[in-house]
């Protein structure tokens, strides 16, 4: 391994998360306040205990089995006070943990259960979202999330485009692909294309090549939300030659970003280990690659936990770190001057701060 990174170095590095659930990133404590107010039974009322049993039952290789474990954290976002909660205290985290630019996405429509409209929900995380930022060096914006195997996409499109003024920046669609093909949701994506506004789609994560191509070809992804099952149109010969069929050559070629989420593909059943995860090697072909966390309490996970997972499986360095946080920040839906503003004055500044503490002590070792 060429360089020796610190976990506490990675943690002061700018960085840059696409790919993030509201609903996925809950503390634990918090989840245990707001579950008692709502009268919502957990598995257990010890922090430490409830991450534990977060982790594990996330940590089942399987998808859908995966998704279950979210029943106890929408239970504790039904009310405009306790969105806001969780919306705030996301970006603080976010922020803690060295992030300068998040995009934070949420299904409005998960948060209705107990009388708020969808418009209401996406206030409160907004407010949340906004107080969180402010007198931090960190930048959201929302992505508002629709629901595949639900019918409510086009209504959750226009709730996004409502709020396009106040912080949202795209609209995805999320849950099991098994069986919910992206095109089932046209209606939704040319709402949003016609408004020139953004889109994101979970594909390619738990399903395969026609969920991405779908994605890409009929419903106008700008990005890619995982995009981690495009190596299956990538053949490594013996002799470690590699040949791109014409969806991954077009995926690179378009310079399609991919929202890869690690530690999460590895409890969903993607790889059984990090350095298996075929990051690697779609870093190595310079694919867009993008590194997020997904959900932060299922997976127990954080982006400086991301980083430093990569870097032990992969022996990767600030100069690794640093191109893929600027693949993150040039494939947002930040508008561009804010973009090459974020890049030029933390993203760049910082690594550059970084690489010469670590040249200064290598010196000093030497």
Not at 236 to 265: H, I, K
Not at 284 to 293: A, D, E, G, S
Request: charged share 25%; with cysteine.
């Amino acid at each position: 391994m060429s360089e020796q990174i610190t976990e506490d170095a990675i943690r002061r590095a700018p960085k840059v998360v696409l790919h993030d659930h509201m609903d996925g990133g809950l503390r634990p404590t918090t989840v245990i306040e707001l579950a008692a107010e709502a009268g919502h039974a957990l598995p257990t009322t010890d922090p430490d205990e409830l991450q534990a049993w977060f982790t594990e039952g996330a940590n089942r290789r399987d998808l859908d089995l995966y998704l279950q474990t979210f029943e106890h954290t929408v239970a504790c976002m039904q009310t405009h006070e306790s969105i806001e909660r969780v919306a705030f205290e996301c970006v603080e985290d976010l922020a803690n943990d060295g992030v300068v630019y998040a995009e934070v996405r949420m299904a409005p429509e998960l948060c209705i259960e107990q009388g708020l409209d969808p418009d209401r929900a996406v206030e409160a995380m907004l407010a949340g979202m906004a107080r969180g930022a402010e007198g931090r060096p960190i930048e959201v914006g929302l992505i508002v999330t629709a629901m595949r195997h639900a019918a409510h996409s086009k209504e959750i499109a226009e709730v996004a485009l409502r709020h396009r003024d106040e912080g949202v920046v795209g609209f995805d669609i999320a849950g099991s692909e098994s069986g919910n093909p992206p095109s089932r949701h046209l209606d939704a994506f040319r709402t949003i294309a016609q408004a020139n506004s953004h889109i994101t789609i979970h594909a390619g994560e738990a399903f395969g090549l026609p969920s991405i191509w779908e994605a890409l070809q009929l419903c106008g992804a700008e990005r890619l939300g995982h995009g981690v099952r495009i190596v299956d149109d990538i053949t490594v010969d013996p002799d470690g030659g590699v040949q791109l069929g014409r969806l991954a050559a077009f995926v690179r070629d378009r310079r399609v970003p991919l929202e890869m989420c690690p530690t999460s593909n590895v409890h969903t059943g993607v790889c059984d280990t990090i350095a298996e995860h075929p990051i690697g090697l779609l870093r190595r072909l310079r694919f867009r690659v993008t590194v997020n966390t997904d959900n932060r309490l299922m997976s127990g996970t954080s982006m400086t936990q991301e980083l430093v997972k990569l870097h032990d499986a992969f022996g990767w360095g600030w100069d690794d770190f640093q191109w893929l946080t600027i693949n993150a920040m040039k494939s947002s839906f930040w508008p561009f001057d804010k973009r090459l503003r974020i890049i030029d004055e933390q993203i760049k500044p910082g690594y550059a701060a970084l690489k010469a503490s670590a040249l200064g002590s290598s010196a000093a070792r030497a």
